[in-house]
């Protein structure tokens, strides 16, 4: 197994500029989730899912989109970059989404919006 | 005030000594705890896992959970080179059930020098 993976591994974008973090796991896991990973702040959720079809917002959403068209992939939008959008991205997944589910991260993505 | 304080540190230590990483919170829903432990440009990995209160045993670590006192703490006995990394303490609550809500520390960067 693979595990979690995440595309691509660093990404430079200018500001305005879109773009889609790939993530893919083949766990079979239900649920999926994205986190930002900022100095000082920890791993803060964006978006998770708890199966295909199925999408909610995490605590810091704003200027990001998901879709969760399989249970294999969940996407990260970025609509319009914008220099406050510069972190690393880590994507999770595990079982359910019960508390007591180990989550599987995956080796994140570096983005920089100048 | 965050929901989670953690400590960032940097935290040196020679190698064999006895680590203590801790962990405060305020939100008393929280019934899940969690340390994960992230080296270096990579994602994070779970470490050890406790429900409620007491204490858990795994090999040279030790995490330990005060529900009176709002503290959690994680203990590295006999610390090796290998141990250096980023350890990250992670928190639910049992009403955030199918969610997966976690609520992370920021983060303690953990060095022990040979």
């Known amino acids: 197994n693979a595990g979690v993976t995440q595309t691509p591994k660093f990404q430079v974008l200018k500001t305005g500029q879109s773009m889609t973090l790939q993530c893919a796991q083949d766990?079979?896991?239900?649920?999926m989730s994205w986190y930002r990973q900022d100095p000082g702040m920890g791993l803060r959720l964006i978006h998770y899912?708890?199966?295909?079809?199925?999408?909610d917002q995490g605590e810091v959403p704003n200027g990001y989109n998901v879709s969760r068209s399989t249970t294999e992939d969940f996407p990260l939008r970025l609509l319009s970059a914008a220099p406050s959008q510069t972190s690393v991205y880590f994507c999770?997944?595990?079982?359910?989404?019960?508390?007591?589910?180990?989550?599987?991260f995956g080796p994140g993505t570096r983005l920089t919006v100048l | 005030q965050k929901e989670v304080e953690q400590d960032p540190g940097p935290l040196s230590v020679p190698e064999g000594a006895i680590v203590s990483l801790n962990c405060t919170y305020s939100?008393?829903?929280?019934?899940?705890f969690m340390w994960y432990r992230q080296y270096s440009r990579k994602g994070p990995e779970l470490l050890m896992y406790?429900?409620?209160?007491g204490n858990k045993e795994d090999g040279r670590f030790t995490a330990q959970v005060d529900k009176s006192s709002k503290y959690i703490s994680l203990f590295i006995r006999d610390s090796q080179p290998s141990d250096s990394a980023t350890y990250l303490c992670?928190?639910?609550?049992?009403?955030?059930?199918?969610?997966?809500?976690?609520?992370f520390g920021q983060g303690t960067t953990l060095q022990v020098k040979p």
């Open positions: 999770a997944s595990s079982l359910s989404g019960d508390s007591y589910n180990e989550q599987f």
């Open positions: 766990m079979n896991h239900e649920y």
């Open positions: 899912s708890v199966g295909a079809g199925i999408t």
């Open positions: 939100n008393s829903a929280f019934q899940y």
């Open positions: 406790t429900y409620s209160s």
């Open positions: 992670a928190m639910s609550a049992l009403r955030a059930s199918n969610t997966g809500k976690l609520i």
